[in-house]
Every structure is written in structure tokens, then in C-alpha cells.
């Protein structure tokens, strides 16, 4: 039987948007800076440098179960596989490594 799609996902499914990109995740993700003492201890020399250091926390953008880059590359793959549905796509597979 044809793949039926879900009533919550039809409006996105069918719809796929002409940005190029799925809007999966909880985004913009929130950029930590290290503070002072932090990077003294972890990393002295840009201490001694006077250098500030961001963080991008792509970690919460999935929740516990699924964050970072994962979301971030099936956005675009998903909305390519569903922009171009002419292909009949049935399927997607995404790998990512092991500690991912």
C-alpha cells in the first residue's frame, strides 16, 4: 500500500518549502561564553590573550534524544528528497557516527 502521510505532518509533506530547508529543530540555538576563570583553567593561553570564546550549543537544538548536527543535515535533506518528489522518493538514510 502507498505510504499514507500522517495528519499532523501533511501541511510540510505536501508542501515541501522552497527555501531548500525543513524547519526540524529548536532554532536559533543559544551561543555560551566561556568565562574568564573557565578558560584559564581549560585553555590558558587565550587566557593570556585576551581572547573571547563562543560556543554554539547546536547540542539543544533536538531535545535529549536528537540534537545537534543531526537535525540540522536532515533539514536540508528532507526538504531536498521532498522538492524534489518528481524522483519518487520513498525512503531516507542519513549516517552519522557512532558517538554522534
Given at each position: 500500500?502507498?505510504?499514507?502521510?500522517?495528519?499532523?505532518?501533511?501541511?510540510?509533506?505536501?508542501?515541501?518549502?522552497?527555501?531548500?530547508?525543513?524547519?526540524?529543530?529548536?532554532?536559533?540555538?543559544?551561543l555560551h561564553?566561556?568565562?574568564?576563570?573557565?578558560?584559564?583553567?581549560?585553555?590558558?593561553?587565550?587566557?593570556?590573550?585576551?581572547?573571547?570564546?563562543?560556543?554554539?550549543?547546536?547540542?539543544?537544538?533536538?531535545?535529549?534524544?536528537?540534537?545537534?548536527?543531526?537535525?540540522?543535515?536532515?533539514?536540508?535533506?528532507?526538504?531536498?528528497?521532498?522538492?524534489?518528489?518528481?524522483?519518487?522518493?520513498?525512503?531516507?538514510?542519513?549516517?552519522?557516527?557512532?558517538?554522534?
Open positions: 500500500a502507498p505510504y499514507q502521510v500522517p495528519i499532523w505532518a501533511k501541511e510540510t509533506l505536501l508542501n515541501p518549502p522552497e527555501s531548500g530547508r525543513l524547519h526540524l529543530g529548536n532554532f536559533p540555538t543559544p561564553q566561556f568565562e574568564p576563570d573557565q578558560l584559564s583553567r581549560s585553555m590558558p593561553m587565550l587566557s593570556e590573550l585576551n581572547i573571547d570564546v563562543y560556543v554554539k550549543r547546536d547540542d539543544m537544538s533536538g531535545g535529549p534524544e536528537m540534537g545537534g548536527n543531526k537535525i540540522r543535515k536532515l533539514e536540508f535533506l528532507l526538504a531536498d528528497a521532498l522538492h524534489n518528489n518528481n524522483k519518487k522518493y520513498d525512503s531516507v538514510v542519513t549516517i552519522g557516527g557512532e558517538q554522534s
